[in-house]
Every structure is written in C-alpha cells, then in structure tokens.
C-alpha cells in the first residue's frame, strides 16, 4: 500500500518505552505513525499531520490528554478525528469523563496488544475505511 493510502495515526505518550511499543505495533499492522511527548507536543504535530485517529495517554506533562481532547474538539479542523484514550487511570470517574470529552474507547494499562489493536481498526471502519 503507497504512503498516501495507508491511514495515519497521532500517539501522544509521555512514556518512552509504551509510545514505542504501540507505534511499532501500529507500524507492523501497516499504519503512518508520528508521536508526541504529551498534548502541547501533540497540538504542535497536528499543525503538520492530520491523523485519521488519535491515540492519547491521560496523565501527561505540560497538558494531560483530557484537555487536549477538549481542545481537539474545539477546533474546527480537527474536531472530527476520532480519539482513544491509552491510561493508566482506570476509575469509573475518569472513564466517564474520557468518555464524555470525546473518546471512541478508553483503553486501561496494562493493555492487550490485540484489544487495542481491534479498537483502532474498529473506530477507522466506522469512519468508513475498509481495513480488511
């Protein structure tokens, strides 16, 4: 598949070791990957990319992944690229409220591989991209 045809993906990850696993993850499965150090960082790489999805940490320096969703969704030109959250906060509150700012899925760490695998392509077909 050309560059150009393959979807783009956004992961914002203040954790070196799991912003690597998952981009690699996502590359093997075929995906344009770039990545951002926390949400100012990902607000700077959105002014170059325009990814088909977004997959965010909650907790982050400088700005957590909530307000950047929020932020996200206020903009006109990125209000529609859909979000999933990847955290370590797995309280019924902080689901809700991940939920309620914009996010297809919240995904808790530890993760599963095949889970988070199986959302992404989920949340792209329903933006009607063939994955199969």
Do not use: C, W
Not at 44 to 56: G, K, Q, S, T
Not at 71 to 95: G, H, Q, V, W, Y
């Amino acid at each position: 598949m050309a560059e150009a045809e393959k979807k783009g993906i956004l992961v914002i990850e203040d954790e070196a070791p799991v912003k690597i696993m998952v981009s690699r993850l996502l590359e093997k499965n075929g995906f344009v990957v770039r990545t951002a150090e926390d949400g100012l960082d990902g607000l700077r790489v959105l002014e170059e990319f325009r990814p088909d999805l977004i997959i965010a940490d909650v907790m982050m320096p400088n700005l957590d992944g909530l307000t950047f969703t929020k932020a996200l969704k206020n903009r006109r030109e990125t209000k529609n690229i859909p979000l999933i959250f990847l955290t370590a906060k797995t309280d019924p509150l902080s689901m809700i409220e991940g939920i309620n700012v914009g996010a297809k899925f919240y995904v808790t760490k530890p993760f599963q591989i095949d889970d988070l695998l199986a959302k992404v392509k989920k949340v792209l077909n329903e933006r009607g991209h063939r994955l199969d």
